[in-house]
Structures are given as structure tokens and as C-alpha cells.
């Protein structure tokens, strides 16, 4: 009897060890910001300065619908007197030499889907304090928009470039690639569609100054020409203690209302290409971000 409970003792105790060895140490979770880019075409359309914007006599517009779009920098503000890179920055891309000036590096830009995640950073690392205001520059934007060629009711992919400036090897528009080797000013743009089962390409150039970056803290805060750093007001306050133990979610739901503008020459409020109706504006209308603690 004593031979049994010696061995049920010992191979208690073997399963025990082995109990303790499968265990192992809680991981520490980081918390984190989490951000999000979305696109809405019911958002106020905006101006330079932040104010309500209609469109101009003589020029058409249409709301693009979105496949992907980037972002190249995002900056904190916490007054309406924090300066343009006086902010925390929570996030620069990265940036290159190699078209002969300062340039966003387009082969390593982060392009997202609308609604898709952009950025995890840890809140550790953001510097604890009450900030009001984002602000955003972008850097790229996909999206398709109708045309009229030659009675035909048509669909053709934009790839617009917004950034300050941007260098760019090549890059893809819908099923074509364009090659660059060069940088491009900000309201550089590809087009391509398919005519007749024939896939058609071309691209361009809108005039300097031309793309729409709404802040509404333009009279305090202003921004450079060409820097597309639109700034918007958070619904309340992002509040980072240094002590959070969850994740925080800010999302950055920017307005395409009729952001893709032309000047016509057919009255139709159709862009008509072959007409030469010039596009003039492929800016963001506006941002309303949002926190959600």
C-alpha cells in the first residue's frame, strides 16, 4: 500500500513541475495610437482657409470614389498658436536626395485602403499633453472618376500626387505603370482608362498653388504653399497621460466632396478631356477628426 502512494506522490509531483515549466511570464501590452484614414463625399466642402466652398461659375466637379491614398506626415497641436513643425510629430515619411532637392520618397510611401490602418505608434513614445488640433499631409490619392470622350459615358483612374514634392521611380494607376526617374510638384497626376478594350494612359500637371488645403487656423497657424498639411479639430480633445493602459483611436475622415474640379468648356458638368477641359484642383475638402478613447 505504502509502494502506491509513494508513486501516486511522485507523479503528482513530476506533473506538477511540468505545470510550472508550460508557464509562462503575462506578456506587457503597449498601447497604442492607432490611426485611420477614411474618405467622405457627404463632408462639407471646404476652402484654404476652412470656410463652406462652393464651385466656381465656369468649372464642374465630381466626387471621386477612392481605392487607396498616403499620408506623409502627421503632427499634434495643442493651440491655434503652435506653429507649423513646432507641434509633436508623431510620424515623418521618408524623404530622398536623389532627384537633386528634398523630395518624398514615393517607393517607400505607405499606401492604405480608406478605413484601413495607417500608423500604430506607441503612446509611449507621444509626449503627454492635451492636443487640439491634427494636422496631415498628404501625399497620394487614387480614385476613379467618369469622363465623356466622344458620346461615351466613361470611368478613368487619377493617381494624384499632393505632396510638396515627391520623387518618383514609376508607379502603377490601375493595370499601367508610368515611369518618372524624377521629381513632380505637388498636383502631378497619371490617367489611365481602357477605350474600346484599348487601355489608354497620359498624365499632367496642375498649376502651382491650384490644390485645395483647407486649415481653419490659416489667420494663427499658417502653412506653406505646395505643403498640403491639412488641419482639422479634433470632436474632443486627444488627451495623453503617459499612463494609458489602452489603445486610442483617432481617425482622419477627410472630405472628397466634389474635390476633382475642371473648367469647362462644354457646359454639361461632364468632364470632356479631348475638349480641353483642364483640370485645376485635386485637393482634399476638408478633415474632421475623430478620437474614440
Known sequence: MKKYSWLLIALIAVSCNRCKDDEQPASTYEPQLIVKLVVDPTQERLDNLGQPSSIPSGHAAVSPTFHSLSAHYFELASSIYTALGSGEVIYMGAETMAGGSKAIDFDQAKIVSPGEVFLKIPLKSITPGTYYYPRVSLLYQNYEVPFLQQGMNLTGTIASFVGYNTYITD????????????????GYWGFETTVLGVPYTTS??????????PNPLFATSPIPQGSCVVTGVFNQPLVITGSETKDIAVTISLSNNNSFE???????GKWEPNAGENVVDMGIRGMLPTVTY
Do not use: R
Open 262 to 268: 475642371w473648367v469647362e468648356v462644354n457646359a454639361d
Open 204 to 213: 499632367g500637371q496642375t498649376p502651382a498653388g491650384a490644390t485645395t488645403v
Open 171 to 186: 508607379y502603377l494607376i490601375n493595370t499601367q505603370t508610368l515611369t518618372v526617374n524624377d521629381d513632380m510638384l505637388q
